[in-house]
């Protein structure tokens, strides 16, 4: 009798008393002087309201406050941070794959990288490449195609007027391209840009879309801007979460969670187009030269981009797979997009060899 009745009150007391809640710490790669923290706080801010206190709380850390930017991806591969934001393409050098999950070249639109993401299997995609690193992964922002090269002494209207130019560029195939049109890459993180700017370390630079740039400050150090931004039609960020702190999540707060991601990924488009127009209009009063290429030239430029992503693809057969799934959408797409043109949702490129792609994803 004695053992029922003690085995009862520890029974009850079970039930009694609730689940202590996951807290995470969470950081990003971006400073609070560059607007682009904004999405990553829109989503934190989020995400705890729509989750109860005793089941998640996310304590958000500005960049460079925990660890150094480039140092993110690795504080959540091993847990030090359970949530880390980023956006993809800083991990190339890990694998390659991770380049087109960030950006394209002259190829995907924000809303491209929308449809393909939640339709067309590139959530997916998403979570086999960061899988690998022992992550699960939430994309929840994009922007459309980025500024494009802002230069300090010398204009960009034309290709040849690359030639030489020491520019910082963010990315694989961007870098590969760059070099291929006679300019010569630099990288270096975004809060890198504007003191070598200014002591002529480089030439000029691609950051981000026009408010992130304008944060920057880089009105204050350049005169001439070249648009548009071939080499990132678009871009995507999102959130690294330790695969082991996911895990510890029930599946309610795990929903709620990814439907943080998805308001904040139409939110985030919305919002820095918004911003982007109003930060065009504060670089034309700051006097800045604005060029853009013509339309001819872009087409050199698609030819190029096409033949370097084929090149890029097929030295990792993931990161194949990741282009290959984007052309497919790409084509499949086309055949609505084109019928309803103009009234449309951006343009269909004339872009690389799926089938040669296709050969180096096997």
């Known amino acids: 009798m004695k053992l029922l009745k003690t085995t009862t009150a520890l029974l009850a007391l079970s039930v009694a008393t609730p689940a202590l809640a996951e807290s995470w ?17 829109h989503w934190a801010e989020l995400a705890n309201e729509l989750i109860d206190d005793d089941k998640l709380t996310i304590e958000f850390f500005e960049g460079g406050s925990l660890v150094p930017a480039g140092e993110v991806f690795g504080a959540v591969e091993s847990g030090t941070v359970q949530a880390g934001a980023d956006w993809p393409g800083y991990w190339a050098g890990r694998d390659s794959a991770f380049s ?18 939640k339709e067309w299997g590139g959530a997916e995609l998403y979570n086999e490449v960061y899988g690998k690193f022992g992550m699960v992964y939430l994309p929840y922002g994009v922007t459309n195609n980025e500024s494009g090269f802002r230069t300090v002494d010398k204009p960009i ?33 975004g809060g890198e840009i504007y003191q070598s700017l200014e002591r002529g370390v480089i030439d000029g630079s691609e950051f981000s ?43 309610d707060t795990q929903q709620k969670l990814k439907v943080a991601a998805d308001a904040t990924l139409l939110w985030s488009l919305s919002f820095t187009e918004r911003r982007a127009t109003e930060a065009y209009k504060k670089f034309q009063e700051a006097g800045t030269e604005i060029n853009r290429l013509d339309d001819e030239t872009l087409k050199e430029v698609q030819q190029m981009a096409n033949e370097t992503i084929v090149e890029a693809a097929c030295e990792n057969p993931l990161s194949a797979k990741v282009y290959a799934s984007q052309i497919s959408y790409l084509q499949d797409y086309a055949l609505w997009r084109d019928a309803s043109a103009p009234f449309n949702l951006g343009r269909t490129p004339d872009g690389p060899d799926l089938a040669a792609i296709e050969k180096c994803a096997e």
Do not use: C
């Not at 710490?25 to 706080?41: H, N, Q, V």
């Open 100 to 117: 087109p999950l960030a950006t394209t070249v002259s190829l995907f639109n924000a809303v491209d990288y929308v449809n393909w993401i």
């Open 25 to 41: 710490t969470m950081t990003t790669t971006w400073p609070s002087s560059l607007e682009l923290i904004e999405i990553d706080k």
């Open 157 to 189: 209207k034309s290709l040849e007027d690359l030639q030489g130019l020491r520019l910082r560029l963010s990315g694989l195939e961007q870098g590969r391209l760059l070099e291929k049109l006679g300019g010569n890459q630099v990288s270096m993180a």
């Open 209 to 251: 879309t026009p408010n992130v740039d304008y944060s920057g400050g880089f009105q204050q150090v350049t005169k001439y801007w070249s648009t548009p931004g071939w080499h990132q039609s678009s871009s995507v960020f999102g959130v690294m979460i330790n695969k082991s702190a996911w895990d510890a999540l029930d599946e």
